[in-house]
């Protein structure tokens, strides 16, 4: 049986990659990292995600002292707005993707894994470096002189599957792959509930309604607060 | 002040690279990795370089879960001999430099570092695929499109100044440079003694050897061994 890597962020494009990957047959590791963002919920998201996929997860803890994010950074604000903002944004890790498809390499090579798959977008998206075509095709040059596999000419792929998909697309394709959205988790803050003006919430949240379709991680956070109001 | 990152394993050839940067007039940032190598005592020798050198040293810890060498691995045994085994030795750790050089290349950005300095060699070394020229060159392709900077046409750039030349050349190099090789760490075994018989130990020995010149580390622990046995 085939193997794949597949980092699992524990939002809605990585859940959608893990299931992407399962129904073309792979036998899936996922990965996630515990790298000091302030959204460290999306690691529960992402354990939830692996075991209703009958996936094993392995969290990778690791940090980035330098900082240099919004996204690691408390004295930093999250920006947001309507829409999401021109350029590159302070929610950018500087260097986050090439380090997490390092780790993927590593184990895709240690375990026998033909392919990484990563849930990167370069149309509804934050504007990052490392989530464009470019970035990608680098990597896999850079996969098939890194690695022993690679040596031997089986070097290991990386696939982006919803590189350029719009985000209603993905949830569209998503939903009939069946998806556990509801267990997701994409809001930048990490708070109880989404916050729903970070450029993370705005792009879910024009998915869900270009896809005609209800964002079952809202309305449940929804239906608990009405509880709570009540 | 033009910045750069160095990668201090606690080795002679990543001091030595300390040296030669320092030399170009680079303001350096070390890095060194606690991954769960048998000989974590190198740590403590790049701590010591770092200090002698006056730069200061993050010490980054990670792990590779995975293991599928016998440096992270116990149960393997590290190959030894005369000479160096031809292939890829047991030793390699799948993808390791591409993971160091991600987080160089973080550190990089948010440092503002325009260089990385790598130690690595091929000629003297294990053959490790992620420690030859083509490897380096695909990293800095792919440094050009992984990061801001390298967006803004300002991308980090690595440089492997000990790529093509032999252990006793680096020696004789360094030891002009006043590297303070007593400190440095070679051996694999990560005993109290060098073993003298792995790769490491052999490459080393080598080195001073064709370079005329005397092991400071080794006469260190002979001499004390010396006094132990009297």
Redesign the interface.
């Known amino acids: 049986m085939k193997k794949a890597v597949v980092l699992l962020s524990g939002g809605l494009d990585s859940a959608t990659t893990l299931y992407i990957a399962k129904s073309r047959g792979y036998k899936v590791n996922c990965l996630v990292f515990d790298y000091g963002q302030r959204h460290r919920r999306e690691i529960e998201a992402a354990k939830k995600i692996a075991r209703l996929a009958l996936c094993p997860l392995?969290v990778?803890?690791?940090?980035?002292?330098?900082?240099?994010s919004s996204l690691l950074d408390h004295k930093m604000s999250i920006p947001w707005g309507k829409k999401i903002s021109k350029g590159?944004p302070s929610t950018?890790?500087?260097?986050?993707?090439?380090?997490f498809?390092?780790?993927a390499?590593?184990?895709a090579?240690?375990?026998g894994a033909s392919t990484i798959f990563i849930g990167a977008n370069a149309l509804d998206y934050s504007g990052y470096?490392?989530c464009?075509p470019?970035?990608y095709h680098?990597?896999n040059?850079?996969s098939?002189?890194?690695?022993?596999c690679?040596?031997e000419k089986k070097p290991i792929k990386v696939e982006t599957p919803l590189i350029n998909l719009k985000k209603s697309e993905i949830i569209t394709l998503g939903l009939k792959l069946g998806v556990p959205y509801k267990a997701t988790w994409s809001c930048y803050e990490g708070g109880s509930r989404p916050c729903g003006r970070c450029d993370s919430c705005i792009l879910r949240e024009k998915g869900f309604s270009e896809a005609n379709a209800e964002d079952p991680a809202l309305s449940a956070t929804k239906s608990m607060a009405d509880v709570a109001t009540k």
């Open positions: 392995e990778l803890k690791i940090n980035f002292p330098w900082q240099g590159i950018y890790v500087p260097a986050r993707n090439t380090v498809l390092s780790f390499l590593s184990c090579e240690v375990a470096p490392d464009r470019g970035f680098a990597f040059r850079l098939e002189v890194a690695t022993k690679g040596l």
